[in-house]
């Protein structure tokens, strides 16, 4: 494959016309979607409509006439059609971590007061989770006395349906991202709900590095919590709201512990005593940011406008296509350079990225990449775990990754690897890397 | 007093010039700045610049380029100006209701593991809090087997110390708003401070009407924790991140519940184990809100812009003039319509707004008013309780509240009641007013 082949197949993708909705700057090639998504071309002039007309000019009566009050619904009810749930059955608000909260301490109840899982104290998760959800995992097991069980990934995505099985009867609840956010592997949320409900275990999906990259049917595979993050494959902007979407039939089972105003059923009658909402509303817990949330609803329209084009799907084949044409590229144009593909190269197993690791070097190359304006990032291994090394993430996102720019992120590569440039000093410094 | 009054005490107004600092609608006089503040004339370039620029060109790379990462505790430091907190004390974070979570939950803890105050299980807040702070504290205190006891405002006020300390001998935590937000009420945070510490009783502080509109002393009184809201007194905008601080000597004694990875040690190492931050940092859980908290950074640089016009202190002289010329035109003007000033007149005890009552027709003379282009808000009376009738509500905000805004205020509801036009049906429709 060569630069042609590939602006031969920009040429022929029916997805290309998509990433003009969005704002990327000159000379960057930008492979960090799964990071942070790029800016969508109507955020801006929505901020300014938000803060000078909704906020400016009308100040406190746009929480009616705006419909602000509205807009943690209105917003879930679009993301809703990107995870394969109802209308009013998702809601936006906090953030990842604050809603995980929420909906752990909801299943354990659950799970407590059903006889036939009352005396089970396990929560099971994978070491590799991202940190995040463990530690807000670790925090609410120990104050419930649970136990956080973490075990390696490979248990969890099992064979068959025996490994995950063979671990759930002591489980209450199972705590899971379905695109780790290492490796790019994709967990199977149909088997794997279905082994855990069999076994009587409830769900909780985390969905950061998968919604709004891959096909999602929460209702459909029976899944009984998920969460996830706005500000990845969502484009809604850095540290853009979270949402939260409980099964319809436990929704009102409980009240989560966060019963702040917003999830009151009656806010506005000021009353001192809590009554949550019915239904997902309850979820919602401080008064919303209404500004960060409108920025988000640009980034999710963009998903929506795929819709024309395929949709999920469509973007799901792409974004397949996008990442197996990297490995092959890097096997290729880097053979010999010590890189391993760390991303399962079986389609129904990859999410949108590709994790190159490499014995050393992994931080200096991806930061001499971005020198030369391929935006990947760099995540470290796990301290002493010999099955996580450092990885070099590469993620792509089918809206506005183009063929020629990962040819183009895989020549860079070459280049930066015949050149030895890596091993400049200049790249060795290590500053945050979100 | 008449108009020209009001207009001259404006002209010797030294704070007037920071009415500047605002864009407010032409014909509008905005008295609910206690619920909404105003737009800074900064927050739209601001929000331009970290949509276009740190967001759209930036990417990813503006976490360390434009310090986004350190942006909570930048924001916090300014906020600690306003609250007599030290720098590195206060941290952006969440919304009020997660933050009270947060420090309440922490403050349980502290006061279980205390063997002199083990043996209490009584939170302490008073009938008339803001409704979330008590759904909040309800939910809590049922998860953790204490008891929420809510007693009435002039309880918690009292007359010397007796009031507070009669009720404090089998509490653990004291829950007070420091300015009511139905009737303006102010209490004295240094004798009940010292009173509950006397009792051995921790204090959190709710800081949502007052934080930005009067001098604060949260070390000097010495507070346990506080919270407060971005979007009221500090001009961050609808849903604006909110702030905490706990007392040095107490933020390292417990981890808060939502041990998010931005509390953590050091995030970026990515351990499966959570490691507090030291210090405020770890009331910090998911990922910042990066856009929202730039604009609410504007409207708090509004109020430390008023540093070289005399500061906080300034600000509440101007304040309290204001609601006491508000209370006395009142007086003059609409005297005989029935009207009912529930705000205290005494200084010590007012925050910076005026609330009115009426037997009927508040929500609909409110409604009337806002015709008329003057934005104050209506407070229902809480169903039942006879010292909680319904309110009128009328915000000052010094930074941009007028004399002759009050005056005009006042000359329209003298026209609303001579007219008798708040009669007519269609000020009798309610929707969501927040």
Chains 1, 2 share one sequence.
């Not at 100040?59 to 394969?84: C, E, F, M, Q, Y």
């Not at 967990?187 to 891959?214: E, K």
Request: glycine fraction near 10%.
């Amino acid at each position: 494959m060569n630069r042609s082949d590939a602006e031969a197949l920009d040429a022929a993708d029916p997805l290309a016309p998509l990433s003009g909705l969005f704002d990327l700057p000159d000379g960057v090639i930008y492979l960090d979607g799964n990071s942070l998504g790029a800016l969508p071309r109507s955020a801006a002039r929505r901020a300014r409509e938000v803060i000078a007309e909704e906020w400016g000019s009308g100040l406190i009566r746009s929480w009616n006439t705006a419909d602000w009050i509205t807009l943690p619904h209105r917003v879930g009810d679009k993301i809703a059609r990107l995870i394969g749930a109802g209308a009013g059955e998702v809601v936006v608000a906090d953030s990842t971590s604050v809603n995980l909260y929420k909906v752990l301490a909801t299943a354990l109840g659950i799970a407590a007061a059903d006889p036939s899982t009352a005396g089970r104290r396990v929560v099971l998760s994978e070491r590799s989770n991202f940190p995040t959800d463990l530690y807000i995992a670790q925090g609410l097991c120990a104050e419930r006395g649970f136990e956080l069980r973490l075990i390696d990934p490979e248990e969890v995505a099992g064979r068959g349906d025996e490994a995950v099985v063979d671990v759930l009867d002591e489980v209450a609840v199972l705590l899971v991202t379905q695109v780790n956010y290492r490796t790019g592997r994709l967990l199977d949320m149909a088997r794997i709900t279905a082994a855990a409900r069999d076994a009587g275990v409830l769900t909780i999906w985390d969905l950061c590095h998968s919604a709004g990259a891959l096909p999602i049917d929460l209702r459909g595979v029976g899944a009984d919590f998920a969460i996830g993050c706005g500000y990845k494959f969502l484009n809604g902007g850095p540290g853009a709201p979270a949402f939260v979407w409980v099964r319809p039939d436990l929704v009102d089972r409980a009240a989560q512990p966060l019963s702040g105003w917003m999830g009151h059923a009656a806010p506005f009658e000021m009353s001192p005593a809590y009554r949550p909402a019915a239904g997902i509303g309850r979820y919602a817990s401080g008064t919303p940011g209404i500004i960060a949330m409108s920025i988000l609803e640009c980034g999710v329209d963009t998903l929506l406008a795929a819709e024309e084009y395929g949709g999920v799907p469509a973007l799901r084949a792409k974004s397949l296509a996008l990442t197996r044409i990297f490995a092959d590229l890097v096997g290729e144009r880097v053979a010999g350079a010590g890189f391993t593909v760390e991303s399962p190269m079986d389609d129904a197993l990859r999410g949108s990225q590709l994790s190159l690791s490499r014995a050393e070097g992994a931080f200096e190359i991806v930061a001499a990449l971005i020198e030369r304006g391929v935006i990947g990032d760099f995540r470290a291994g796990e301290p002493g775990v010999a099955a996580s090394p450092d990885i070099l993430r590469f993620g792509v996102t089918p809206l506005y990754t183009s063929y020629r720019d990962v040819w183009d992120a895989v020549d860079r590569l070459a280049e930066v690897m015949a050149s030895g440039e890596w091993r400049e000093p200049r790249f060795a410094a290590r500053g945050a890397v979100t």
